[in-house]
């Protein structure tokens, strides 16, 4: 007797080519049953690419995609418990949205009861909290309501996996969040693996349980997303996701990092080779006081200052190093609580929270 797959995907050793252009090399991947990914990287990755192979609109060139267990390769989409949700959502919009939602269940053959299309195109209205809009036109609803129109649509033929290319780009932001927390909770309820494909990293961080981050072609991190944020693999990571500060030094036989304007710091790393290095160190990482700099600080001009409510973002040029971009979170409603450009200010930051990576 054969245990049931623990992953609902797997790509083993992949690779897609479009003529001379490699879209996907040599990927390894599993997607645990269950769960949340998100695809994460810029425009050209190849994150796209790996939805399509995996819904069956693309075919590898050499290697194995898996789904439930079984060898997709061949398999053409309509035979795949998969279904994907478009980034324009490709509704039909001379349909109402019960004939929209409908659309896949009366391809199926045999032929289900009318009654039987009927109450599932209901529980899945009744899912995505549409209840009472069977009847509505597609130009009469608003794009977050066009969105669940979409998800019931996927969602109505029970699939084993829901496929999300960038579901959310075409909204606003405060819909966009609200939308963010309806698919987390969605998915949840619903206990089925979501694959996300994003390039917005907020996006990424907020709603999935492990990120995928690739870079040409090729899987650079995958990991938890507090594990991607706070132990970057690589300074493609550390850049890609979230905001960063960069900086050149110099890794010393002793464990050293020289920094440009000379100050010290302990290299937490022992696999790297003395030499040049690059430090990365996140915004908020950073603590800034009005004043002079003490022995273990640094000091700086403000240049710019980026009010955000809550917090403030600033331009450090630091004496040097060049500019640093530090986040203060803001601790009254005070106008003093805010440095003004021009102001000379003192910053530090925990050694322990640097990332140090081959330069």
């Known amino acids: 007797m054969t245990s049931a797959p623990t992953n609902d995907i797997e790509f083993?050793?992949?690779?897609?080519?479009?003529?001379?252009?490699?879209?996907?090399?040599?990927?390894?991947?599993?997607?645990?049953?269950?769960?949340?990914?998100?695809?994460?990287?810029?425009?050209?990755?190849?994150?796209?690419?790996?939805?399509?192979?995996?819904?069956?609109?693309?075919?590898?060139?050499?290697?194995?995609?898996?789904?439930?267990?079984?060898?997709?390769?061949?398999?053409?989409?309509?035979?795949?418990p998969v279904n994907m949700v478009f980034q324009h959502y490709a509704l039909?919009?001379?349909?109402?949205?019960?004939?929209?939602?409908?659309?896949?269940?009366?391809?199926?053959?045999?032929?289900?009861p009318a009654a039987e299309i009927a109450r599932r195109v209901g529980e899945a209205l009744e899912m995505v909290r549409l209840t009472g809009f069977a009847g509505r036109r597609i130009h009469e609803m608003s794009g977050g309501q066009q969105q669940r129109v979409a998800l019931a649509r996927a969602l109505v033929n029970k699939p084993s996996v829901l496929l999300l290319d960038e579901p959310l780009a075409a909204l606003d932001k405060k819909l966009r969040t609200a939308m963010q927390i309806e698919l987390q909770t969605l998915q949840r309820d619903l206990g089925i693996t979501f694959v996300?494909?994003?390039?917005?990293?907020?996006?990424?961080?907020?709603?999935?349980?492990l990120v995928c981050v690739m870079s040409a072609g090729r899987i650079r991190q995958l990991a938890t997303p507090q594990e991607v944020y706070d132990r970057p693999a690589d300074l493609f990571v550390a850049d890609f996701v979230g905001k960063t500060n960069r900086f050149a030094g110099t890794l010393e036989a002793g464990g050293t990092v020289r920094l440009g304007n000379g100050a010290a710091l302990p290299a937490a790393r022992a696999d790297l080779a003395p030499g040049a290095v690059t430090v990365a160190l996140r915004p908020e990482a950073i603590r800034l006081s009005r004043g002079t700099a003490g022995a273990t600080?640094?000091?700086?001009?403000?240049?710019?200052?980026?009010?955000?409510?809550?917090?403030?973002?600033y331009s450090v040029a630091v004496?040097?190093?060049?500019?640093?971009?530090?986040?203060?979170?803001?601790?009254?409603?005070?106008?003093?609580?805010?440095?003004?450009?021009?102001?000379?200010?003192?910053?530090?930051?925990?050694?322990?929270?640097?990332?140090?990576?081959?330069?």
Request: aromatic residues 6%; charged residues 20%.
């Open 12 to 80: 083993r050793s992949v690779t897609k080519r479009y003529g001379a252009v490699t879209a996907v090399s040599d990927i390894n991947l599993s997607v645990p049953k269950g769960a949340f990914v998100a695809l994460l990287g810029p425009s050209g990755c190849g994150k796209t690419t790996c939805l399509r192979m995996i819904g069956g609109f693309e075919q590898p060139s050499e290697g194995e995609v898996l789904i439930a267990g079984k060898v997709a390769n061949g398999v053409p989409a309509y035979r795949r």
């Open 92 to 112: 039909f919009p001379h349909f109402d949205v019960e004939r929209n939602v409908a659309y896949g269940l009366r391809q199926l053959r045999p032929k289900l």
């Open 196 to 209: 996300l494909v994003t390039h917005d990293q907020e996006e990424a961080l907020s709603m999935s349980d």
């Open 297 to 313: 600080t640094l000091e700086g001009t403000v240049t710019h200052r980026i009010f955000l409510g809550s917090a403030a973002e």
């Open 319 to 359: 004496d040097g190093l060049g500019d640093l971009l530090v986040t203060a979170e803001r601790h009254s409603q005070s106008q003093n609580d805010l440095v003004a450009p021009g102001e000379r200010v003192a910053i530090s930051f925990d050694p322990g929270q640097t990332h140090i990576f081959p330069a």
